[in-house]
C-alpha cells in the first residue's frame, strides 16, 4: 500500500501517535503490546522514503479522530468507524476544521428527546433511557455545541472539547 502511494507521488498523512512510558495503562499485556510496537521506526522509516521520492509526508494529532469520524461521517459515507477516521485525518492534514454541523446538533437533540420520552416516571432511571451519566453528558453539550465553531482549531481538539463529551455519550448509548 505505501509503494502505490510513492509510485503516485501523492501526500502520506499519518497520526502522531504516543507509546511512551507515561502514556502506559496498568493492564499488563496492554503495556506490553505498547512498549513493543515499533511505532516510531515505521513512522522514520516512512518519513525517509518520502524525502527519497519528494513525497509530502505530515504527522496529525490523533485527538478524536474516531469520535468525529463516528458522529459526522459513518452514515455520510456507510463506511466503518475506523475509514472515517482516517477521512478525518487526511481532513486534518489538508488543515480543515471540524465543525458541529447542524444536522449533529439536531442528531443531538433528537437523541435527548427519545431518552426523555423513554423514562417513566414510576421507575428508577438507571439503567432505562435517560440515566445520569447520560443526562450529565447532554447537559455540558447544550452549551459547548453553541460556543464549539467559534473556538481555535486547538481549542476544538483538547480533552475539554465537543468531541470528548460525543465520545462518552457514544459509549454510553451502547
Not at 501526500?11 to 502522531?16: K, Q, S
Not at 456507510?78 to 458541529?100: N, T, Y
Not at 433511557?129 to 460556543?147: F, I
Request: a positive charge; hydrophobic letters at 40%; aromatic letters at 10%.
Amino acid at each position: 500500500m505505501v509503494d502505490i502511494a510513492f509510485f503516485l507521488g501523492k501526500p502520506i498523512a499519518l497520526e502522531e501517535l504516543n507509546f511512551s512510558k507515561d502514556r502506559l495503562d496498568t493492564n499488563k499485556k496492554f503495556n506490553r503490546m505498547a512498549s513493543n510496537f515499533p511505532f516510531a521506526k515505521m513512522v522514520e522509516a516512512m518519513y525517509r522514503r518520502a524525502v527519497k521520492e519528494g513525497v509530502p509526508f505530515k504527522l496529525v494529532p490523533a485527538r478524536h479522530t474516531s469520535t468525529i469520524g463516528y458522529w459526522k461521517y459513518t452514515k455520510r459515507y456507510a463506511v466503518p468507524v475506523h475509514c472515517v477516521a482516517a477521512l478525518v485525518i487526511g481532513r486534518r492534514a489538508m488543515g480543515f476544521k471540524e465543525r458541529v454541523t447542524k444536522e449533529l446538533k439536531q442528531l443531538i437533540a433528537q437523541i435527548k428527546q427519545e431518552l426523555t420520552y423513554k423514562v417513566d416516571p414510576n421507575t428508577p432511571r438507571e439503567g432505562r433511557g435517560m440515566t445520569r451519566r447520560v443526562r450529565a453528558c447532554l447537559k455540558r453539550l447544550d452549551w459547548k455545541l453553541l460556543q464549539h465553531n467559534g473556538l481555535a482549531s486547538w481549542q476544538q481538539e483538547a480533552y475539554y472539547s465537543v468531541w470528548h463529551d460525543l465520545k462518552e455519550l457514544a459509549l454510553s448509548l451502547r
